[in-house]
């Protein structure tokens, strides 16, 4: 399955309201939720897999984001993609929360895998993105959900992203 098949217009936010990553996962979870990609108790899933297994990332450009939990709490897989109104503090993936290495990502990309063996492929794509200064700037020029959008999906092109 193409990556592009998970990647929706209307699940990308560029200006999502939270003041923490609870108040955003509460939120993002309700929303999906609503539109049946998850099951209802997603949003607190995802703060526990978050909260044992950080997912922020210091990339070369910008700091991101990658929450996911397991399949188990997914309906239809997604990529929601958004920009956090005010800056929500993650802490960076591979150490471990009391270690206090914080992560402010601008973008975050929530990851929903109907199947768990989706989740390698799914981030090998994302860290290929990640990697291209020129792709992320791009991103974060982006001023509109639908240019965002397209460029996510060129970029996902472009390196041939599949999932199994």
Do not use: W
């Not at 309700?30 to 997912?55: A, I």
């Not at 709490?73 to 993936?93: D, G, S, T």
């Not at 990851?111 to 799914?122: I, T």
Request: hydrophobic share 40%; net charge negative.
């Amino acid at each position: 399955m193409s990556l592009n098949k998970i990647l929706r217009e209307d699940l990308i936010d560029l200006s999502v309201e939270a003041t923490s990553r609870t108040d955003l996962f509460m939120h993002i979870s309700d929303h999906l939720f609503n539109k049946g990609y998850v099951v209802k108790e997603y949003g607190q899933q995802l703060q526990k897999r978050e909260d044992s297994f950080p997912t922020g990332l210091a990339t070369k450009t910008v700091e991101v984001a990658i929450p996911h939990t397991d399949a188990l709490f997914v309906k239809e897989p997604f990529i929601y993609v958004l920009k956090p109104a005010e800056k929500i503090v993650f802490h960076q993936m591979g150490t471990f929360p009391e270690d206090k290495v914080l992560v402010y990502p601008e973008l975050i990309f929530i990851l929903g895998f109907s199947k768990n063996d989706m989740q390698l492929s799914l981030l090998q794509t994302l860290m290929k993105i990640f990697n291209n200064e020129a792709a992320m700037d791009q991103l974060m020029k982006a001023d509109t959900e639908k240019e965002l959008f397209e460029l996510l999906s060129k970029q996902i092109g472009c390196i041939g992203g599949e999932v199994k």
